[in-house]
Structures are given as structure tokens and as C-alpha cells.
């Protein structure tokens, strides 16, 4: 055996070894799980001789499946080409690509991705003249969502579950919805699970093909499959059985989307002879932090009972603070933040601010920002998300699916044509004159009699680009075709043209996304060095995360929802907010289930940290136009006292001791210094806007400018003659 194996626990090695049959792999926090799963990938390959073509590996983000492939690569020399590595969505996206004949779309069928499905569903009810005030199209789409994760098809939910208004309207919405995907030649995320599944229902044939090619099949996170997800492994192991899920019924935090904790609970029963095997010791966190989650997550019944333990050293307790309000909150976790650079020699990449919901980074990214530490937001605005980007996406996504009117819509006058929503009307509606889409429409362009030689002109030179372009996305790779577009349709320049920052910005993310292009071509290479072309490109992009674009190379503390935190590690982490009402969430507080998943996004999040772990709650908080009096969280309560320190309101105390700390870093003092009457931290009150905290000063000679928070909520610099100190 490699000798790499021995460096696996007794528990890791059994996981590799254990081939044959379904395996329950239970993978605590920190306990070496990816490790695992690749070196078990690498003895089916190079100890039991099995084929990769024969192997089905499925995580939950395409950054983890890359992370395997270049384990494997690496340290294994085994090529990851002819191995199925990825997420449920792309697997999905491949099968129905492949099986394409058998569906109501074509092999280049466009994946629409959540703002798209706004956009569709918002346009689909104004057509169908139903109220978004009455209906919000957010929570319509989530009612569809529901029913696709559930394998329920329109048609069948028109059947049998429409007994009231709201799902009268809600069956319209789903197949108006449904239909229009279909004319696109589109699906969603959650279509490309449904269809595999329906696929496999309806083909037995197919199902054989991907039961007899996948003879061992391997599932992370199996804790947050929903049922589709269920259904897929299910079927495809359903021949030889030999199917490892790994995952841990503690870190189960996705039940709001789908998630069904009971599909781990049940493997068992689902499998009869299911070998279980946990791993337990964490190779992450300290003793005492590891004890805290422990005696949290015990309160939890729906669980396996198991107990993380390490060989690390006991570590320092868990502070536990108490501050007034928001404010106090944001400083004392930035001063932190920088009494924690001044201690110890680590970067603010070790740091991670962890809340509940995104509303609350808000005065964490004022504190930040006025006591100049650098931050991110993770889970903010999707880089694919951008106008820029979208814009140059809808260009590529046309290329590749003609039948996508969203994307010709959103390029037809960008960059200005001059072709204004009137003409583009007339186009549309000599389009479903003829029964074409868009872009086949202009073939026809001459035909149009309600359409002026002028503006059929400007149509007409629109297609013949896009034809120029069609030509070329068959024969040039992803990063030339990327290049060439930018380039003829002078993006960069029209950016940068535009005045201020935002011009500068969108140039540089146009940027960005070609850099990503000519990345994608250089490691996505096949078996014979052949470069990916355009549909290969367009299905990484559409699947991709904002966890998958997390970048450490910056220097700076991440701020992030405990949602989000899932999967990483830090080795210094706040749990901010630590409130009845936020942690857990006043929406799950009165039933049980809910109650126990926000328990374990309580445990989640005590467990990404490494060393230091500090969880502050406030008093008193603020809640769009009303302050809030909270209570500390009721999982604060449950925390083995043996493990906490707690501070109670020693804010100011606190605080000094920062401050001498800080000045001690030459690079941080200029932002602490303080005037003869004020400093960060002072109450104040302005004739105006009444009373408030100092959050930051900026001294110009003799007068100094402060950053302000007032009690209404607004964040203004004012000169500090203008306020008097209370």
C-alpha cells in the first residue's frame, strides 16, 4: 500500500478500505473527510485496479471537487480525466446533455440562474395579471423550487394540489413558468435534478447505462441531499450497492432550502448491512473549543450520538461578551480584530466575523473601514451577478442556445444600437407571428412590414455579428472567442470612458472574467490537450458559487453569514449577534426541528474556529426604524461552563487596554488617536440629528472630523465644533 495511506487514522483507513457495500462514513467537523474520500478514490484505482470511468464522486461546491481532482493529481498521479468529479448539478447538466434525445431540449440548452428566474416569473405574472404585491415573485419561486426538490411536475400539481387561491395561482405561475423554459430551450438548477430523475423513471434503459457505469459511488455532505438528491443515488446504486455517503447529521443546516437531515438518519434503513463508520477526532480546533461544541450539539435529538476529541492542546476558553449595542459590538470586534494583528503574527485572512444575517455587516463594515482593516464580504454581490458580466455572458449563452430570448433581450441594444423598446416590440411580435425565437427572427428581419428600412438595417447588422460569431465559437477556444468578443464590442473603452470609480470598476471585473476564461482554458484541457470551447465554459460558469470564487490572496478579514462559514476554518472567529431572535432566529424558535437546525448552525460555527473563538451579543439592537432588547442566546446557556470567560459590559475597560495595545503597532496607531475632548467610542449629540457614537476621527490641525453613527441610523462625518460630548 502507498505509504501515504499510513499517515490516515485508524478510523480514515477503514474508510479507504471499505469498498464493497453501502458505507455510512459519519465525518465530524475537522475530521479529515476530503483526506479520506481522496485516498479512497486513489485504492479503488490503484490498489483494487477499478477503472476511473467506473467511479462517481459528488460534492456540494465545484471548488471542493477541484480540490479532490488535484489531490488525486498530485499526489497520486492519477489523471482525474475519464473520473466523475463534481457537484450534483453539473453531473446532472452532463447526463441530460448526453441524453439529450430523450428530453424536451436540446444538448446546448441554457442554464437560467437565480436572477434570471426573477426576471422570468416577474414577467410571466404581469402577463398573467397577477399582483406582485399580493404574490412576491421571491416566494413564488420558492414554492416552485419546492416542488421540483419534491419531484412534483406541473402538471401533476395542477392535478392534485390546487384547493385554494394561492395554489390556483401558483399552478398557473409553475406551468406559464415551466412552458416559456421549455420555448428557451432552459432550465434551472432545480431542473436539472428533476429531469435526471424523471429521466431515469421513464427510461429504464438509461438507468441501466449509468448503474452499470457507476459501480462505486461516493457522496460528501450527504446531510444537505434534499429528495431529488436522494432519489438520484439511490437509482444509480441500486445495482452493486457500493455506495459510501459521507457527511455529518450535526452540520445539517440547509433544511430552509430543501435539505432533509432524515436522508442520513435513514441510511440505514435504506441500505440493510450499511457499514457505519465514524470519524471523530478533529484535526482543527483546541480542546475547550471542541468541548463547548460538544455540549451544545448534545441538546440536539435527532442526531448520532458521537463526541469530537483532539490531540491538540486544551487552548484558551471562549470569550463571551456582552455590549450595549451594535456599535459597541463593531468596536470592540475591530479593536479586537487588531489587538489580535499586534499579539500574534498572523494575517487577517485567520480572521473570520460570522453573524446571522447579511443586514447585520453592515456596521461592521463601517467600523472596518474607518479603523482601516481591510474585510470582504463573502456571500455579497455574485461576481457572475453583475450587469458587466451578465452582459457579456447573455453574448456567449446566444452563441451557444439561439432559442434564449433572455440573453438576446439583454444584448440586442448593448452596447446602443439605438433600437428602442418600440422596435424591439415590433420584433417580438413579428417573432411569434412566424413561431420563431429572436434570434431566428432575423433571418426574416426583411419581411417586417411594421418595421422601418432604417431599424431593419440595425437588426440586420446585429445578426450578421452575431453569425460572424457563431463561426468562430466553432472553432475557437473559450479564451480567444472571450477575447475577440471584448474586444469588437469595445467594452473595456466604454467603461472606462464612464465617469468615477464605477466605470473604472466594471472595465476591471470585464477583465476579471476574461482572465477567468484564459484560466478555465489552461486547467481544463482534455485527455488529448484539445481546449474547451464555448459550451464547456458557459456549464463551469453557470454553476459556479460565491464560495467557489473565495479568494485568500487579499489580505483581509472575512465577513460572512454562518451559512456560508460552512467549510471553512479560521483560526480566529467572532460569532456576532449571539441573541434570542438572531441566533436562533426569532422564525425558528417556536418549532422544534427549526430549532434544532439553528442548534446546529450554532455548532457549525463554533467549530470553523481554530484557536481563539469570541461570541458577542448586544443589549439593545437596532431593527430598521425601532431599537430591539434582547436576551443572550439561549445556545450560550448550553455551552459547558467549564470552557467560557465571559466579559460583562467592560466595554470601556476593554477598550483601553486595546488602545495600548494597538499604539504598540506603529501601522495602526494613526487610527485611535484622539483630540482633547473626543475618541472613538464617545456619546455625542448634534442639534440636528440628535445623539450618537464616534466611530472614528480624522484630525486636520487643530480640528479634528469625526465619523458619526446616530441613534436614527445614519453614519455622518461631521467637525467636531459642530457637537457637544455628553
Same mark, same amino acid.
Not at 401533476?156 to 421549455?182: M, P, R, W
Not at 482572465?515 to 484541457?525: D, H, I, N, P
Not at 448552525?601 to 474556529?609: D, E, K, N, Q
Not at 499604539?663 to 472613538?680: D, G, R, W
Given at each position: 500500500?502507498?505509504?501515504?495511506?499510513?499517515?490516515?487514522?485508524?478510523?480514515?483507513?477503514?474508510?479507504?478500505?471499505?469498498?464493497?457495500?453501502?458505507?455510512?462514513?459519519?465525518?465530524?467537523?475537522?475530521? @479529515?473527510?476530503?483526506?479520506?474520500?481522496?485516498?479512497?478514490?486513489?485504492?479503488?484505482?490503484?490498489?483494487?485496479?477499478?477503472?476511473?470511468?467506473?467511479?462517481?464522486?459528488?460534492?456540494?461546491?465545484?471548488?471542493?471537487?477541484?480540490?479532490?481532482?488535484?489531490?488525486?493529481?498530485?499526489?497520486?498521479?492519477?489523471?482525474?480525466?475519464?473520473?466523475?468529479?463534481?457537484?450534483?448539478?453539473?453531473?446532472?447538466? =452532463?447526463?441530460?446533455?448526453?441524453?439529450?434525445?430523450?428530453?424536451?431540449?436540446?444538448?446546448?440548452?441554457?442554464?437560467?440562474?437565480?436572477?434570471?428566474?426573477?426576471?422570468?416569473?416577474?414577467?410571466?405574472?404581469?402577463?398573467? +395579471?397577477?399582483?406582485?404585491?399580493?404574490?412576491?415573485?421571491?416566494?413564488?419561486?420558492?414554492?416552485?423550487?419546492?416542488?421540483?426538490?419534491?419531484?412534483?411536475?406541473?402538471?401533476? $400539481?395542477?392535478?392534485? $394540489?390546487?384547493?385554494?387561491?394561492?395554489?390556483?395561482?401558483?399552478?398557473?405561475?409553475?406551468?406559464? $413558468?415551466?412552458?416559456?423554459?421549455?420555448?428557451?430551450?432552459?432550465?434551472?438548477?432545480?431542473?436539472?435534478?428533476?429531469?435526471?430523475?424523471?429521466?431515469?423513471?421513464?427510461?429504464?434503459?438509461?438507468?441501466? !447505462?449509468?448503474?452499470?457505469?457507476?459501480?462505486?459511488?461516493?457522496?460528501?455532505?450527504?446531510? &444537505?441531499? +434534499?429528495?431529488?438528491?436522494?432519489?438520484?443515488?439511490?437509482? /444509480?446504486?441500486?445495482?452493486?450497492?457500493?455506495?459510501?455517503?459521507? @457527511?455529518?447529521?450535526?452540520?445539517?443546516?440547509?433544511?430552509?432550502?430543501?435539505?432533509?437531515?432524515?436522508?442520513?438518519?435513514?441510511?440505514?434503513?435504506?441500505?440493510?448491512?450499511?457499514?457505519?463508520?465514524?470519524?471523530?477526532?478533529?484535526? =482543527?480546533?483546541?480542546?475547550?473549543?471542541?468541548?463547548?461544541?460538544?455540549?451544545?450539539?448534545?441538546?440536539?435529538?435527532?442526531?448520532? %450520538?458521537?463526541?469530537?476529541?483532539?490531540?491538540?492542546?486544551?487552548?484558551? =476558553?471562549? %470569550?463571551?461578551?456582552?455590549?450595549? +449595542?451594535?456599535?459597541?459590538?463593531?468596536?470592540?470586534?475591530?479593536?479586537?480584530?487588531?489587538?489580535?494583528?499586534?499579539?500574534?503574527?498572523?494575517?487577517?485572512?485567520?480572521?473570520?466575523?460570522?453573524?446571522?444575517?447579511?443586514?447585520?455587516?453592515?456596521?461592521?463594515?463601517?467600523?472596518?473601514?474607518?479603523?482601516?482593516?481591510?474585510?470582504?464580504?463573502? @456571500?455579497?454581490?455574485?461576481?457572475?451577478?453583475?450587469?458587466?458580466?451578465?452582459?457579456?455572458?447573455?453574448?456567449?449563452?446566444?452563441?451557444?442556445?439561439?432559442?434564449?430570448?433572455?440573453?438576446?433581450? =439583454?444584448?440586442?441594444?448593448?452596447?446602443?444600437?439605438?433600437?428602442?423598446?418600440?422596435?424591439?416590440?415590433?420584433?417580438?411580435?413579428?417573432?411569434?407571428? %412566424?413561431?420563431?425565437?429572436?434570434? %431566428?427572427?432575423?433571418?426574416?428581419?426583411?419581411?417586417?412590414?411594421? /418595421?422601418?428600412?432604417?431599424?431593419?438595417?440595425?437588426?440586420?447588422?446585429?445578426?450578421?455579428?452575431?453569425?460572424?460569431?457563431? !463561426?468562430?465559437?466553432?472553432?475557437?477556444?473559450?479564451?480567444?472567442?472571450?477575447?475577440?468578443?471584448?474586444? &469588437?464590442?469595445?467594452?473595456?473603452?466604454?467603461?472606462?470612458?464612464?465617469?468615477?470609480?464605477? @466605470?473604472?470598476?466594471?472595465?476591471?471585473?470585464?477583465?476579471?472574467?476574461?482572465?477567468?476564461?484564459?484560466?478555465?482554458?489552461?486547467?481544463?484541457?482534455?485527455?488529448?490537450?484539445?481546449?474547451?470551447?464555448?459550451?464547456?465554459?458557459?456549464?463551469?460558469?453557470?454553476?459556479?458559487?460565491?464560495?467557489?470564487?473565495? &479568494?485568500?490572496?487579499?489580505?483581509?478579514?472575512?465577513?460572512?453569514?454562518?451559512?456560508?462559514?460552512?467549510?471553512?476554518?479560521?483560526?480566529?472567529?467572532?460569532?456576532?449577534?449571539?441573541?434570542?431572535?438572531?441566533?436562533?432566529?426569532?422564525?425558528?424558535?417556536?418549532?422544534?426541528?427549526?430549532?434544532?437546525?439553528?442548534?446546529?448552525?450554532?455548532?457549525?460555527?463554533?467549530?470553523?474556529?481554530?484557536?481563539?473563538?469570541?461570541?458577542?451579543?448586544?443589549?439593545?439592537?437596532?431593527?430598521?426604524?425601532?431599537?430591539?432588547?434582547?436576551?443572550?442566546?439561549?445556545?450560550?446557556?448550553?455551552?459547558?461552563?467549564?470552557?467560557?470567560?465571559?466579559?460583562?459590559?467592560?466595554?470601556?475597560?476593554?477598550?483601553?487596554?486595546?488602545?495600548?495595545?494597538?499604539?504598540?503597532?506603529?501601522?495602526?496607531?494613526?487610527?485611535?488617536?484622539?483630540?482633547?475632548?473626543?475618541?472613538?467610542?464617545?456619546?455625542?449629540?448634534?442639534?440636528?440629528?440628535?445623539?450618537?457614537?464616534?466611530?472614528?476621527?480624522?484630525?486636520?490641525?487643530?480640528?479634528?472630523?469625526?465619523?458619526?453613527?446616530?441613534?436614527?441610523?445614519?453614519?455622518?462625518?461631521?467637525?467636531?465644533?459642530?457637537?457637544?460630548?455628553?
Amino acid at each position: 500500500m502507498n505509504e501515504l495511506y499510513l499517515k490516515l487514522n485508524e478510523s480514515q483507513q477503514e474508510v479507504v478500505k471499505s469498498t464493497e457495500g453501502p458505507v455510512l462514513v459519519l465525518a465530524g467537523a475537522g475530521s @479529515g473527510k476530503t483526506l479520506s474520500i481522496v485516498h479512497r478514490i486513489a485504492y479503488l484505482i490503484s490498489e483494487k485496479m477499478v477503472s476511473p470511468w467506473h467511479i462517481l464522486a459528488v460534492t456540494f461546491t465545484n471548488k471542493a471537487a477541484n480540490e479532490m481532482k488535484s489531490r488525486l493529481e498530485k499526489s497520486f498521479k492519477i489523471s482525474t480525466k475519464s473520473l466523475w468529479i463534481g457537484t450534483f448539478h453539473s453531473m446532472c447538466a =452532463r447526463i441530460l446533455r448526453i441524453e439529450s434525445q430523450y428530453l424536451p431540449f436540446s444538448s446546448n440548452f441554457t442554464i437560467f440562474d437565480a436572477n434570471d428566474q426573477d426576471t422570468i416569473i416577474k414577467k410571466i405574472m404581469k402577463n398573467l +395579471n397577477i399582483s406582485s404585491k399580493q404574490f412576491h415573485p421571491s416566494k413564488v419561486k420558492s414554492a416552485i423550487s419546492f416542488q421540483k426538490n419534491n419531484l412534483i411536475s406541473w402538471q401533476e $400539481y395542477e392535478q392534485n $394540489y390546487t384547493d385554494s387561491f394561492y395554489t390556483k395561482i401558483l399552478a398557473k405561475v409553475y406551468k406559464a $413558468y415551466q412552458q416559456y423554459l421549455v420555448k428557451n430551450n432552459g432550465m434551472d438548477f432545480d431542473d436539472l435534478l428533476f429531469y435526471v430523475v424523471n429521466l431515469f423513471k421513464k427510461n429504464s434503459k438509461v438507468l441501466e !447505462k449509468y448503474q452499470n457505469k457507476f459501480e462505486y459511488i461516493m457522496i460528501d455532505e450527504y446531510q &444537505d441531499t +434534499n429528495y431529488a438528491q436522494y432519489k438520484i443515488v439511490y437509482e /444509480l446504486g441500486k445495482k452493486y450497492k457500493n455506495v459510501c455517503v459521507v @457527511g455529518d447529521d450535526d452540520q445539517s443546516i440547509y433544511g430552509w432550502r430543501g435539505a432533509d437531515i432524515y436522508n442520513i438518519l435513514s441510511f440505514e434503513n435504506d441500505y440493510q448491512n450499511a457499514k457505519v463508520i465514524p470519524l471523530v477526532q478533529n484535526y =482543527r480546533s483546541t480542546r475547550l473549543i471542541l468541548k463547548a461544541a460538544n455540549s451544545v450539539i448534545s441538546n440536539n435529538r435527532a442526531r448520532h %450520538k458521537k463526541e469530537l476529541w483532539t490531540k491538540k492542546h486544551i487552548g484558551n =476558553r471562549i %470569550k463571551i461578551v456582552e455590549l450595549d +449595542n451594535e456599535n459597541e459590538e463593531a468596536m470592540y470586534v475591530a479593536q479586537k480584530i487588531k489587538e489580535i494583528i499586534c499579539d500574534n503574527n498572523v494575517s487577517l485572512n485567520d480572521i473570520a466575523v460570522l453573524y446571522r444575517t447579511n443586514a447585520q455587516s453592515r456596521v461592521f463594515e463601517s467600523e472596518f473601514l474607518n479603523a482601516n482593516i481591510n474585510y470582504r464580504v463573502i @456571500g455579497g454581490i455574485n461576481f457572475y451577478q453583475r450587469k458587466e458580466i451578465k452582459d457579456v455572458l447573455a453574448y456567449l449563452r446566444i452563441l451557444a442556445n439561439p432559442r434564449d430570448n433572455e440573453s438576446f433581450l =439583454r444584448i440586442v441594444n448593448f452596447p446602443k444600437r439605438h433600437l428602442g423598446n418600440v422596435s424591439i416590440g415590433k420584433l417580438i411580435d413579428f417573432a411569434n407571428q %412566424k413561431a420563431v425565437s429572436l434570434r %431566428k427572427s432575423l433571418e426574416y428581419i426583411e419581411q417586417c412590414q411594421d /418595421l422601418s428600412n432604417n431599424i431593419k438595417d440595425k437588426f440586420q447588422k446585429f445578426n450578421d455579428f452575431l453569425l460572424s460569431y457563431e !463561426k468562430k465559437a466553432e472553432i475557437l477556444p473559450i479564451n480567444e472567442l472571450m477575447n475577440n468578443l471584448v474586444d &469588437d464590442l469595445k467594452l473595456l473603452s466604454i467603461y472606462e470612458q464612464q465617469e468615477l470609480v464605477s @466605470g473604472e470598476t466594471r472595465a476591471d471585473m470585464v477583465k476579471e472574467l476574461v482572465a477567468s476564461a484564459e484560466e478555465f482554458t489552461s486547467l481544463y484541457k482534455d485527455e488529448f490537450g484539445k481546449k474547451p470551447k464555448l459550451n464547456e465554459y458557459l456549464q463551469q460558469v453557470s454553476l459556479i458559487t460565491d464560495i467557489d470564487r473565495t &479568494d485568500s490572496s487579499e489580505n483581509s478579514v472575512s465577513l460572512m453569514t454562518m451559512h456560508n462559514a460552512k467549510g471553512l476554518e479560521f483560526s480566529y472567529v467572532f460569532i456576532v449577534g449571539a441573541e434570542d431572535g438572531l441566533i436562533p432566529h426569532k422564525n425558528s424558535i417556536e418549532e422544534k426541528a427549526q430549532l434544532e437546525e439553528e442548534r446546529r448552525l450554532f455548532y457549525v460555527s463554533i467549530t470553523r474556529a481554530k484557536h481563539d473563538l469570541y461570541i458577542t451579543y448586544a443589549n439593545c439592537r437596532r431593527y430598521y426604524d425601532y431599537y430591539n432588547f434582547n436576551r443572550a442566546s439561549r445556545f450560550i446557556d448550553e455551552i459547558d461552563p467549564d470552557t467560557v470567560e465571559y466579559t460583562n459590559k467592560q466595554f470601556e475597560r476593554t477598550y483601553q487596554i486595546a488602545k495600548k495595545k494597538i499604539n504598540i503597532c506603529k501601522e495602526h496607531s494613526a487610527n485611535l488617536l484622539t483630540n482633547k475632548e473626543f475618541q472613538v467610542g464617545s456619546k455625542i449629540i448634534h442639534k440636528t440629528f440628535g445623539k450618537g457614537t464616534v466611530l472614528g476621527i480624522t484630525k486636520n490641525g487643530a480640528k479634528a472630523k469625526l465619523t458619526i453613527a446616530f441613534e436614527s441610523g445614519r453614519i455622518k462625518k461631521i467637525i467636531d465644533s459642530f457637537v457637544e460630548k455628553i
